[in-house]
Structures are given as C-alpha cells and as structure tokens.
C-alpha cells in the first residue's frame, strides 16, 4: 500500500469543476507534485510546489493543499482532461519518493 | 529541451537480470540534477525505484534496494538501471525521468517515453 492515498476514481460533467486528493502524513511536511497519464503515454507533470504550473499547461489546473491532504482541481473539466492522475511527495521519513495509487477521471 | 529515452532487452528471463539505459538529449547528465527511474506494472500505478544524483550518490525504494542499482556513464551522457533476480512480478513499463529543478529529486519534469521489460513466469 502507498503512503499516499488517493480515490480510485473521479467524475466530473464537461465543463464542471472536479477535486482530487491526495493523503498523506508527509503531506503536511511536502509538497505534492500531480502528474497527468492517458493510456500508452507516459506520465506529464501538471503542478508541483504550491501551485505552479510548468509550460504549456492550461491555467484550469491547480493545486491546494491543507493539513495532510493535497488537492489538484481542474476548473472547467474538457474532454481532454479524462486520465489517470498521480500524486507524487516523500515518504512519511523524507528520505524516498513515493507516489499515490492513481485516480481515474472520467468527464461525462 | 531536455529529452531522455530509455532502452534495453524486452524480455529477461526469470532469476536473471534487468539492464536498462536512459539516454539524455538536450542537456548533460553531468548537470546537477536529480536522474529517476519509474515502473509501472501492466494496468497499476507508479512505483518509484530510484533515482542517482549527478554527483554520483543514490537513492533506493527500500523494497527494491537488495536488487537494484542505477549507475551513470558520463561519457556516453547516459544513466542505468540495474535489478537482480527478477520475477513475473517485475514485469513493467520502466520510465527513466529527470527532476525539473536541480535541487530536488521530485517534481519529475522530464520523462522517457516508457520501455515494457516482460519477465515471464
């Protein structure tokens, strides 16, 4: 099992706002970094720190985290958006990287 | 831009070992950053292996830490993955990746395209 927990699968309507989270102890140590993969591709970092954003990734994703739980919310869920998302910190000692089990985003 | 592809056998037999490469493009893997390796089994998530920092050091997943090794080759800007005794339940996709700044292991910025390495059973 991981130290992070994330729901197994999430859906939002096209054009809704969804939440995913993402808990864990070390959570309220680190940052979450959350990660975008749609079959047969690798993963694609969205966010990472507070809430940035590398290039190139639309301004519908963001992250938020308080206590022991991160949260990557997409504002105006497209089609394009339905994938699999990864959240990705240290581990409850700092010392090795872990990710979460993976939630599965349907947009309907 | 930073670009790496991983490369190896697609099958390794049982007890045997693994041997991956992950060549870099677009940057030097002399560069103070973090170099990751990823797998994912068929149909689950990530699992992070372990990572080697530019300057030589490592950093292991504990469960795997008994078999593996990642090692960099400078001269052919490249960076390895070694695991030992592998099992059906080695079977993966393996990602090589790089941390997007250099003064930390994670977020993983840069990934390979992905290698599926089959161990049959």
């Known amino acids: 099992s991981s130290e992070l927990t994330q729901d197994p699968a999430v859906s939002v309507a096209l054009g809704q706002t969804v939440r995913i989270t993402c808990q864990g102890d070390s959570l309220r140590t680190y940052f979450a970094s959350w990660y975008q993969q749609k079959p047969g591709q690798a993963p694609v970092l969205v966010i990472y720190?507070?809430?940035n954003r590398p290039s190139g990734i639309p301004d519908r994703f963001s992250g938020s985290s308080s206590g022991n739980t991160a949260s990557l919310t997409i504002t105006g869920a497209q089609a394009e958006d339905e994938a699999d998302y990864y959240c990705n910190s240290w581990d409850s000692s700092g010392n090795h990287l872990v990710f979460g089990g993976g939630t599965k985003l349907t947009v309907l | 831009q930073v670009q790496l592809q991983e490369s190896g056998p697609g099958l390794v037999k049982p007890s045997e070992t693994l041997s991956l490469t992950c060549t870099v493009s677009g940057g030097s893997v002399s560069s103070a950053h973090y170099w990751s390796w990823i797998r994912q089994p068929p149909g689950k998530g990530l699992e992070w292996i372990g990572y080697i920092y530019y300057s030589g050091s490592t950093n292991y997943n504990p469960s795997l830490k008994r078999r593996v090794t990642i090692s960099v080759d400078t001269s052919k800007n490249q960076f390895s993955l070694k695991l030992t005794s592998v099992t059906a339940a080695d079977t993966a996709v393996y990602y090589c990746?790089?941390?997007?700044?250099?003064?930390?292991?994670?977020?993983?910025?840069?990934w390979g395209q992905g290698t599926l390495v089959t161990v049959p059973s």
């Open positions: 990746a790089r941390g997007l700044l250099g003064t930390s292991a994670y977020p993983l910025g840069y």
């Open positions: 720190g507070k809430t």
